[in-house]
């Protein structure tokens, strides 16, 4: 039987098992949720378009650090788009640093506040303002530190590009911890 933990109505995986398992789990959906959007933009002719608007990456680690903590989200998140972009390619290398950076950031501070008393829509908000945030710093120390060719406005743009996967985030993650935890309560 898996050992786990209920705090605040979140699930917590406190095994080495459970936590390898969820970190595994977290990448693999993180890489294959982004190619079925970026199958349907190709259909639809719009690209990888689909990927950057509904954020799709995103989901697994915010998920998996909310229900594993810290550790788990974080390195979910610095490995997901890394091991994306080597079996398909996406992101592309210059992306690649600034959304390992962002991810593992989210999967972090999700991670930090998955056993705090606050509604699970707080915890996404302060990980998601979090992880932009440090993103964004990132991608000025790229561009005026290393030349990069990716301008630090990105931080901004992005935000208004991603808005439906925003919200997107506020609805499904709220719910994937209320079932998690009613289907543990259950099982108790």
């Known amino acids: 039987m898996t050992k786990t933990a209920v705090v605040n109505n979140t699930l917590i995986f406190t095994t080495m098992k459970t936590r390898t398992v969820a970190t595994v789990g977290a990448i693999v959906m993180a890489v294959a949720l982004p190619q079925l959007f970026h199958v ?16 799709p990456m995103h989901i697994a680690i915010f998920a998996v650090g909310l229900l594993a903590g810290t550790y788990v989200g974080g ?9 994306s972009c080597l079996l398909t390619g996406m992101p592309a290398y210059a992306m690649l640093p600034f959304m390992m950076i ?4 989210y999967g972090l501070i999700s991670g930090a506040l998955s056993d705090k008393n606050i509604p ?16 964004a710093v990132a991608l000025l120390i790229g561009f005026y530190g ?24 506020w609805v499904t993650i709220p719910l994937v911890m209320y079932f998690v935890a009613r289907s543990v309560d259950r099982d108790e």
């Open 75 to 83: 390195i979910a998140g610095l490995l997901a788009p890394l091991v």
């Open 40 to 55: 349907a933009g190709r259909l639809l002719g719009v690209g990888t378009a689909l990927g950057e608007t509904f954020l």
């Open 102 to 105: 962002e991810l593992a950031s």
């Open 146 to 169: 290393f030349s990069t060719q990716i301008p630090p406005i990105t931080a901004l743009t992005s935000i208004k590009t991603g808005l439906p996967g925003l919200l997107i985030q």
């Open 120 to 135: 699970t829509i707080v915890k996404l908000l302060i990980a998601q303002i979090g992880g932009r945030a440090i993103r």
